[in-house]
């Protein structure tokens, strides 16, 4: 074969390989790092059945360059209370930042699917995860958060660790208004999904020209 033609297809293999990967998977905002020596747990959950009250939770994060699409949000838990890995369901609270407390009522807001997680760990550490997501955030600040519907029991409930970096604003709390109960903190959270990646316009003639 010609050369000339095998290389220029290759090159169309390789351009067609650039389309097909135009998005990859990211961790997109990350402070899973948690503040094990912080003097305070973060109170996020909605009561249901026996006991406990209710708290909503958000965390201030910032979407920088390209727009953020979002298929997942994990929060990180205490784990003394087992009966959590029975969730199945939560609020997904994502606003628009317009101030330094958000405004918004989140017992309003969609319900998704959870799961909660009890790995082993000397801290008691265990996962909250909202998952198959698909937000796009365009560059902006924004309030994040998810919130289990759980049941308190014998142990109680289990609250949210803070992070171990505060990053903007603190996490703002709701019981029937919003607060500011944890200053100098935010909750553990990380944030995937995929970002787009740059690909180069080339056109059929300006491929060929590289051969001729």
Do not use: R
Request: charged letters at 10%; one cysteine or more; proline letters at 8%.
């Amino acid at each position: 074969m010609n050369l000339k033609y095998t290389k220029m297809a290759a090159l169309m293999c390789a351009l067609l390989l650039t389309v097909a990967t135009a998005a990859q998977s990211a961790v997109l905002w990350d402070q899973s790092a948690i503040g094990y020596a912080a003097p305070v747990s973060i109170a996020n959950w909605k009561a249901s059945g026996f006991g406990g009250g209710t708290n909503h939770s958000v965390n201030d994060v910032t979407v920088t360059g390209s727009p953020w699409h979002v298929t997942s949000i994990t929060e990180y838990y205490a784990s003394l209370n087992t009966a959590w890995t029975s969730i199945t369901q939560g609020y997904l609270h994502v606003w628009p930042k317009t101030g330094p407390m958000p405004t918004q009522n989140p017992t309003t807001d969609p319900l998704v699917s959870m799961s909660f997680v009890i790995t082993p760990d000397p801290n008691g550490v265990a996962t909250l995860t909202a998952s198959g997501l698909n937000l796009t955030l365009p560059p902006g600040d924004y309030w994040i958060g998810i919130t289990p519907i759980a049941t308190a029991g014998i142990n109680g409930v289990n609250n949210q660790w803070p992070a171990a970096t505060l990053i903007g604003d603190p996490v703002a709390t709701f019981d029937t208004a919003w607060h500011n109960f944890y200053g100098g903190y935010d909750g553990a959270m990380k944030v995937e999904g995929d970002l787009p990646t740059p690909t180069t316009n080339t056109t059929w003639g300006q491929i060929k020209a590289l051969y001729h």
